[in-house]
């Protein structure tokens, strides 16, 4: 068998120490920068005809979460 190129790094099953501490710090980051914790989109099944109108429902979840975290970070903000 012929290799072309560089062989790829070998995929490690476990996760170092370093590792999770940075994925905790990832983690943290990202709440912290959150003011209302949501997606936009109620849990439930979801059944659409095409994919745009999927899309477009996602965009409208996304729009509403970016509104609802900006409203509580102004709302947060007057409140200084």
Known sequence: MR?????????????????LRDAAVHQATGSALVA?????????IYRFKTHEQANAHAEEALVRAIALNVA??????SRK
């Open 3 to 19: 290799h072309i190129g560089h062989p790829t790094p070998e995929v490690r099953r476990t996760t170092g120490a370093q590792a």
């Open 36 to 44: 209302v914790n949501t997606v936009g989109m109620a849990k439930g």
């Open 72 to 77: 509580a970070r102004r709302a947060a903000a």
